[in-house]
């Protein structure tokens, strides 16, 4: 029986990014948690933002660097005890790389959670990838694809769009169906060239568990809450325990 008081490491989400797609995640997290009682459960500390400023903008060069926002956010889950970093984002992953680098905290990187469960499906050499513009743009996935000799299949610009229109959908409150209907469209399209998909949205993730296909769905969100329970869970060598753990996604982890 686990002890959470001794056998287990607090996860710290920083989220808000956006906020229903935090709040999938947790529920996600909660669900990937073996327990039957409130005591088999993890420690966990979030810290939601939804004032981070708009990642896509400040790539783009016409908003503000959200890297202070994120430091703070880190700063106060260290400050609360967090051994274990996660962020349900997938497009905030382009800065956080510089974040997390010399802190005392284990990063879990969601891009590598997705494609560890891409292979682990073992789907086919191409997957689909349904991301922001900017994840696309900063090849992130691509990359991680390719090291595990995966190739990224991309919307085509029409049904990127849509995706665009989707994503702003959801982070408006809006996930009825025909939001619903135009994801399966997207999925429908991608379907005559692959057999799988990363949904590398966590606004994507909101919707899924409504969302039927002939092509099989990986979710990132669901992946890096399974990851997370996992590394919780993870017994620690002594020579490590209270020691500084990093790892995040990029060249130095590869």
């Not at 935090?22 to 990937?32: C, E």
């Not at 005591?39 to 939601?48: A, D, K, N, P, Y």
């Not at 994120?70 to 889950?77: P, R, S, T, Y």
């Not at 959801?170 to 135009?182: C, F, I, L, P, S």
Request: aromatic letters at 2%; glycine letters at 8%.
């Amino acid at each position: 029986m686990l002890d959470p008081t001794t056998d287990s490491r607090t996860i710290g989400i920083l989220g808000g990014m956006g906020p229903a797609a935090t709040v999938d995640f947790y529920d996600k997290l909660v669900r990937s948690t073996p327990g039957s009682r409130d005591q088999e459960h993890l420690r966990v500390i979030l810290w939601s933002d939804p004032t981070v400023p708009d990642r896509i903008r400040a790539l783009e060069g016409t908003g503000p660097d959200p890297t202070p926002w994120l430091e703070q956010g880190v700063a106060h889950l260290l400050a609360c005890g967090a051994e274990i970093l996660v962020v349900p984002c997938n497009t905030i992953h382009i800065y956080l790389s510089q974040v997390v680098r010399n802190k005392d905290i284990e990063f879990i990187s969601i891009i590598d959670a997705a494609v560890d469960a891409a292979v682990d499906a073992q789907v086919d050499d191409s997957i689909g990838l349904l991301a922001t513009d900017a994840t696309l743009a900063s090849c992130l996935y691509q990359r991680a694809l390719e090291a595990r000799g995966l190739e990224a299949i991309l919307p085509s610009s029409e049904m990127q769009s849509l995706l665009k229109n989707i994503i702003g959908q959801v982070k408006a409150g809006n996930t009825g169906q025909q939001v619903r209907d135009d994801v399966r469209t997207i999925l429908k399209r991608l379907g005559g060239t692959v057999t799988a998909a990363i949904a590398a949205c966590t606004e994507i993730s909101v919707i899924l568990a409504h969302i039927d296909s002939d092509i099989r769905i990986i979710d990132p969100s669901l992946a890096l809450a399974r990851k997370a329970v996992e590394r919780a869970q993870a017994p620690l060598p002594l020579d490590v325990r209270g020691h500084h753990l990093h790892a995040s996604n990029g060249e130095e982890n590869r």
